[in-house]
T-cell receptor, first 114, second 111 residues
Framework: GAGVSQTPSNKVTEKGKYVELRCDPI?????LYWYRQSLGQGPEFLIY????????DSGLPNDRFFAVRPEGSVSTLKIQRTERGDSAVYLC????????????FGDGTRLSIL | GQQLNQSPQSMFIQEGEDVSMNCTSS?????WLWYKQDPGEGPVLLIA?????ELTSNGRLTAQFGITRKDSFLNISASIPSDVGIYFC???????????FGQGTTLQVKP
């Protein structure tokens, strides 16, 4: 497809489990962003990749959250020892990485921690 | 931390009416954007503004980048039922960095 693809679309797991969320950016987009959106709120920034490296990880809430982008395309957001407060929609966005080019979002992964 | 104040929080209008919403901040930003989000979907870009004072239209939508670089507004003219959704303003300090989002404006249109 032409857009940002995120899998799974829904994930339900128990507290304490480990989860991985995947993002396939638009082909050719070098910049990739992860955001988290709680119910009734706007998305909040987590981490930004330019190529393979994390250019800004200031939004990661704690060391249970980690993200990788080993080949500069697909990215995986990893959450260890999940807590109920981690329940949210996790959105991924990508852009060309050039000035003046906006971010385009996927439909997100809805994560529910029981 | 950085915060965008978006208002109104919600609007319930009659089909055909015009709508206006705005976003303000105490900080200066170099880019302002407006997104629309439908239930179960990601935000979809409506308009991007890159220059202070810039006024840009996209069909029935018009948005402006405030001259102080601390605010932006979005107008929707002659609303239709498919305009229903949540509208978010977003802003960036640098052209490639993270977006800061407002809290959203929920728009409902009565046919």
């Amino acid at each position: 497809g032409a857009g940002v693809s995120q899998t799974p679309s829904n994930k339900v797991t128990e507290k304490g489990k480990y989860v991985e969320l995947r993002c396939d950016p638009i082909s050719g987009h070098t910049a990739l962003y992860w955001y988290r959106q709680s119910l009734g709120q706007g998305p909040e920034f987590l981490i930004y990749f330019q190529g393979t490296g994390a250019a800004d990880d200031s939004g990661l809430p704690n060391d249970r959250f980690f993200a990788v982008r080993p080949e500069g395309s697909v990215s995986t957001l990893k959450i260890q020892r999940t807590e109920r407060g981690d329940s949210a929609v996790y959105l991924c966005a990508s852009s060309t990485g050039q000035a003046g080019q906006p971010q385009h979002f996927g439909d997100g992964t809805r994560l529910s921690i029981l | 931390g950085q915060q965008l104040n978006q208002s109104p929080q919600s609007m319930f209008i009659q089909e055909g009416e015009d709508v206006s919403m705005n976003c303000t901040s105490s900080s200066i930003f170099n880019t302002w954007l407006w997104y629309k989000q439908d239930p179960g979907e990601g935000p979809v870009l409506l308009i991007a503004l890159y220059k202070a004072g810039e006024l840009t239209s996209n069909g029935r939508l018009t948005a402006q980048f405030g001259i102080t670089r601390k605010d932006s507004f979005l107008n929707i003219s002659a609303s239709i039922p498919s305009d229903v959704g949540i509208y978010f303003c977003a802003a960036q300090r640098s052209n490639t960095g993270k977006l800061i989002f407002g809290q959203g404006t929920t728009l409902q249109v009565k046919p």
